[in-house]
């Protein structure tokens, strides 16, 4: 029996969900939005099957719904439509941030299975217009199943981690992968954009190269999205930003007392480093568009 | 009549210039090398057209030559072959800090003419087995023209800039130069290396995404050659490194402090700045695979 998904906020994200999972075990995918522009688009466009602005009559149609709004949106989605989703529907999210999503989660009734995930995809733009088939070839897809989630729910989100071309999928809790994410995501964030902060910055134009490209690519980001993103894991953030600036504060040190010794040591050892994780890197096969 | 060109250090760098001069305004290329093996390669694999370890030799011979050795070796090279360079032969260099070699270069015979460059152009891997063709692909050539830089060096620089491929050519002074490179290359390798430097990084693996990746790909750095670059650019390094750490914090206090509207405008001001400086970029034509 083919099923139907929701995808509930058709933006970067959710569109590419909803383009990435056609074709997908014979579904019905039907896209979820406030707005009647991006719904047009993606019927239009044959993103999805059928579109409605209606959350309600969606989740009385749906089997499997992707939360794919803003994180304060998809709390806000949990808590308003709580008793709206049918008794075995299976749902999950795409969102950044963990903890703050599987609390929100707890208000689901027994009979409603939820699955955190987080496939760490993305680009620096954002909407349907830039929603793209690729978004999640090579990426990791991060699960963070608990007592909420069905067996069923899980092997489901396995097959679709396969179908949109994920290079793995990962299993943890909601405190361990906002730790993690703080620091590989997160922080890369800030630093793009406290880069961008320099009041030279368009006087080094002319003078860029791939790796300040690479830096501060996501400098570009989604104002809202993020702010949310960093206020719900603040405290981790902070403390790898904390990491961050001794280990910069460190490099500083040595090249301002001239001791060449020490920078060389510690290149070499944060080389070595890099080198080996790119290595672990290719074994596992994740390469990536992502965020 | 055509020109011999005479590269000295095939490197990741060199082995690439001499693939991309391929076909050049009809000219020879001659390649040098203190490795056999090296030279064995560029020969065998048709990078140059003829190879040699006796610098002397290529020096008789050359009208252009293109330093692409580290700094060190740069700066060895001109004291060492001060007298060796043919009366009217044009010499350049690819070294990523600028004043230091152009002080180097000042002991070279005034009808001899040097003119400093920075194809903006790189990867995180050295040697002449990763030189690619498209090294130079919409890279920014910067030249620090001086009294010592012949207006038909010039000519012939940007000629060389134009068929390599590169976006444009930047023309500077070493002191602009080594200040702003400082902020958009060196910066980004410090950056790169200090994010490695966490005690818990094997454990991100299967977390990283493409921020993670577009960040940290340079910290694999040739540690020989960037303590070199470090070194010789120290002062405008650690001042950049030092307001990068305070916009660092003042990103931190404000998630900290749960000052959400001074994270708000802080992202909206920095994002906005890094969306203006892709749309000074775009209009440029600039794209790259850059260091």
Chains 1, 2 share one sequence.
Request: with cysteine; charged share 20%; proline share 4%.
């Amino acid at each position: 029996m083919s099923k139907t998904i929701a995808i509930i906020g058709l933006g970067l994200i959710g569109g590419s969900m909803a383009i990435a999972l056609k074709d997908f075990e014979d579904c019905e995918l039907l896209g979820v939005d406030v707005s009647q522009p991006t719904l047009r688009y993606a019927v239009e466009q044959g993103i999805v099957h059928r579109a409605t602005d209606d959350p309600r009559a969606a989740l009385e149609q749906a089997d499997l719904i992707f939360l794919c709004m803003h994180p304060q949106g998809i709390i806000s989605f949990l808590r308003e439509h709580r008793d709206h989703f049918r008794p075995g529907s299976m749902v999950t999210d795409v969102c950044g941030v963990k903890g703050a999503i599987l609390r929100a989660a707890e208000c689901l009734p027994p009979e409603v299975s939820f699955l955190g995930g987080h496939p760490m995809a993305g680009t620096e733009f954002s909407g349907i217009q830039n929603a793209i088939p690729d978004m999640f070839r090579g990426a990791h897809y991060i699960l963070t199943p608990n007592g909420q989630s069905s067996p069923e729910h899980i092997a489901l989100m396995e097959r679709i981690a396969r179908h949109i071309g994920c290079a793995d999928v990962v299993k943890t809790t909601p405190e361990r992968h906002d730790a993690i994410i703080a620091y590989t995501s997160q922080m890369m964030h800030i630093i793009a954009v406290a880069v961008c902060d320099d009041q030279s910055l368009f006087e080094y134009q002319g003078f860029e190269g791939d790796s300040f490209r690479g830096c501060t690519r996501v400098a570009a980001l989604d104002v809202p999205l993020w702010t949310q993103l960093f206020t719900l894991n603040g405290p981790a953030l902070c403390a790898a930003l904390e990491h961050l600036e001794d280990n910069l504060r460190a490099y500083r040190q040595a090249i301002q007392s001239g001791d060449r010794d020490t920078l060389v040591e510690k290149l070499a050892w944060s080389s070595a480093r890099k080198r080996k994780m790119n290595r672990l890197e290719q074994e596992s096969g994740a390469v990536g568009r992502q965020k």
